[in-house]
């Protein structure tokens, strides 16, 4: 069983870095002042031992609580003040121990007020993008799609006798359906089949969506079943040369989203079934929202794939018929 917050640990593991790479800078700087004004660490050093010195004199019995809490506050403050005197006497303030902060909003800890902070998903967005890079090797740039780009006028709005409404019409419920799934992702939980021939826009909008949603800090990860399934074979026979190739599995299964393209187009095996099977389902399980992309229609899924995974296809998601003209001939007709 795969550890739900794997990936959560992954990107929490960077902030306890950045802290210790933090710490250890300010330390090399402390080391540096100390070196040049060795007064400083004099002090630093009393400072750092005042109150194991009072609380020895409270054992003793010489001093009361009280007078030993505004004593022992005099000293304090009596020391920053010498300190802060021989710094400037150097010409240096305290800023010359200060690192900034990666991140001055949270201060390198990834959540405001209990919530993640606008870095973190900045952070889970680049690590969604590298991991489905890392599988096809390609860098996926979904920065220009956007749904305001979508163009309607490729789908003709002659009503479409196989479902009965105009390919633009239809194109149009879909879109509103994807966008939807994008508004209310993270409060609601869906499935999404998306299917049709060739060029009818399937991927773009699928683009336009996971464009969406790693800007809003999701975990999203895109990719075509061919190089998913390659992937995750070569994982299962420990023939992966990527690094943190397990990491990367447990991303394909644990990210809030996954969209398989092209669906339909890997090798069917006894092995892929299976393997389709165990992550459709283990997402299935883990409320974990998938997104199908195929030119297969709902008999071809029956034909290509098991019953189990046809069955959780068809029941588990929601249907979306693309109908049209591939967009990529009409574009070459229009001399776009
Ligand atoms: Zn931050």
Do not use: W
Not at 101 to 106: D, P, V, W
Not at 167 to 194: H, M, Q, V
Not at 304 to 312: A, E, F, I, M
């Amino acid at each position: 069983m795969l550890s739900a917050s794997a990936i959560e640990k992954h990107i929490n593991s960077e902030y306890v870095h950045l802290a210790n790479t933090r710490r250890e800078l300010e330390q090399e700087r402390l080391n540096t002042v100390y070196a040049l004004i060795p007064e400083v660490e004099e002090i630093d050093r009393a400072i750092a031992t005042v109150g194991v010195r009072y609380s020895t004199k409270i054992i003793n019995g010489n001093i009361t609580a009280s007078e030993l809490a505004s004593s022992m506050e005099a000293e304090l403050d009596e020391l920053k003040k010498k300190r802060a005197e021989i710094l400037a006497k150097h010409g240096m303030n305290e800023d010359v121990f200060a690192v900034p902060y990666e991140c001055a909003i949270c201060k390198d800890t990834g959540a405001v007020n209990g919530k993640k902070c606008t870095c973190y998903k900045q952070k889970m967005k680049r690590f969604m993008a590298d991991a489905a890079s890392r599988i096809s090797n390609i860098p996926i740039d979904f920065e220009n799609c956007s749904f305001k780009n979508v163009d309607f006028s490729f789908y003709s709005k002659d009503a479409d006798p196989t479902i009965g409404v105009s390919p633009y019409d239809n194109a149009r419920n879909i879109y509103r359906t994807c966008l939807d799934f994008c508004k209310n992702f993270g409060n609601s939980y869906e499935n999404l089949y998306i299917y049709g021939p060739a060029g009818v826009g399937k991927t773009y909008l699928t683009s336009c969506m996971v464009a969406q949603l790693l800007n809003a800090g999701h975990g999203v990860i895109y990719q075509t079943a061919y190089k998913l399934f390659n992937f995750l074979e070569d994982c299962h026979f420990n023939r992966s040369k990527l690094n943190n190739a397990e990491l990367l599995k447990t991303a394909i299964y644990d990210c809030d989203l996954l969209i398989i393209d092209d669906f339909g187009t890997e090798f069917i095996t006894s092995y892929t079934q299976s393997a389709l099977f165990d992550l459709l389902n283990t997402r299935l399980l883990e409320k974990k929202s998938t997104i199908i992309n195929s030119n297969l229609n709902m008999n071809d899924v029956r034909n290509t794939y098991t019953d189990r995974v046809s069955s959780r296809i068809m029941g588990d998601f929601t249907l979306l018929r693309f109908v049209g003209d591939d967009i990529r001939l009409l574009k070459k007709e229009r001399n776009m």
